[in-house]
């Protein structure tokens, strides 16, 4: 089979094989899957072993590391010195404290991202999650509670499961602070933020987090991390915030897999 795909490959190119590779999947996954062995969906080439990405694309995942906004977790490409702010920050403060984030959302993180959370990939939840872990050892120090980012009910049903909360499990067991469910849910179904400004996400998602009434005594008082895949304008973990400060949290951070690093190249 490697030998037929190099010899195809030399002949023909990598984009016809992708555009025979699509003609397959809509004639049919089940001769596409005696025919081609699976693919890694980065770069195209045999998964092998690896899961969710080759054993070389997990390796192109850009790490976010120090130094970076104390508070955004904006990369700096110089260390300007330790609890040092962003402009981003400095000009408009989240409600949230402390922003971490395992990789930058490129097209690597994008096409692991997408399989986990549209292809019913929750095997990549314990990878995923042990490096947002590292990335958030700070915050998980001192945390009280874990909460995933709720989806609306509606949208759960139609995808099966939450990945915020498949990773947030994983975080949990790997730190020890325990996972807070149904501490926070989503109240009103807000359309996908594919597309949106900045501003307009912000509208998107205003009014649609809740700390329900009986879930209160569980928040009062309590340092929290909210825990989702991906961070882009920020509008939905500041939603969230807000609620959870409105409730009595008395800190809230956000821990999430990978972040949108400006310029905003692809959509989610
Ligand atoms: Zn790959």
Redesign the pocket.
């Known amino acids: 089979m490697q030998a037929f795909r190099q010899v195809f490959r030399n002949t023909v190119g990598a984009p016809t094989i992708s555009r025979a590779a699509a003609a397959l999947q809509r004639g049919g996954k089940f001769i596409l899957d005696i025919a081609l062995p699976p693919l ?6 045999p ?1 092998g072993g ?1 899961a969710g ?2 054993a ?2 997990w390796s ?1 995942l850009s790490l976010i590391e120090k130094p970076y906004c104390a508070r955004l977790c904006i990369p700096f490409t110089y260390d300007p010195g330790p609890g040092l702010l962003s402009m981003e920050a400095i000009a408009n403060p989240p409600a949230y404290d402390r922003a971490r984030a395992a990789v930058r959302y490129d097209d ?1 993180a994008r096409a692991l991202v997408l399989g986990f959370k549209y292809a019913d990939r929750l095997d990549l939840a314990p990878r995923m999650g042990r490096w947002m872990a590292r990335a958030g050892s700070e915050l998980l120090a001192d945390a009280d509670g874990l909460l995933p980012v709720p989806l609306h009910w509606r949208r759960l049903w139609a995808r099966r499961f939450n990945q915020a909360a498949a990773l947030a499990g994983t975080i949990s067991a790997a730190s020890g602070v325990p996972v807070l469910h149904g501490a926070i849910v989503r109240v009103r179904a807000t359309p996908q933020q594919v597309g949106l400004s900045k501003s307009e996400r912000a509208d998107n998602v205003q009014g649609a987090f809740r700390v329900p009434a009986e879930q209160k005594a569980h928040v009062a008082g309590k340092r929290l991390i909210l825990i989702d895949d991906v961070l882009t304008s920020g509008a939905t973990a500041d939603t969230c915030a807000h609620a959870l400060l409105r409730a009595g949290a008395a800190h809230v951070d956000v821990l999430v897999f990978a972040r949108v690093v400006a310029p905003l190249r692809s959509p989610i």
């Open positions: 890694c969906p980065s770069c195209r080439e998964l690896g990405l080759c070389a694309c192109k690597v």
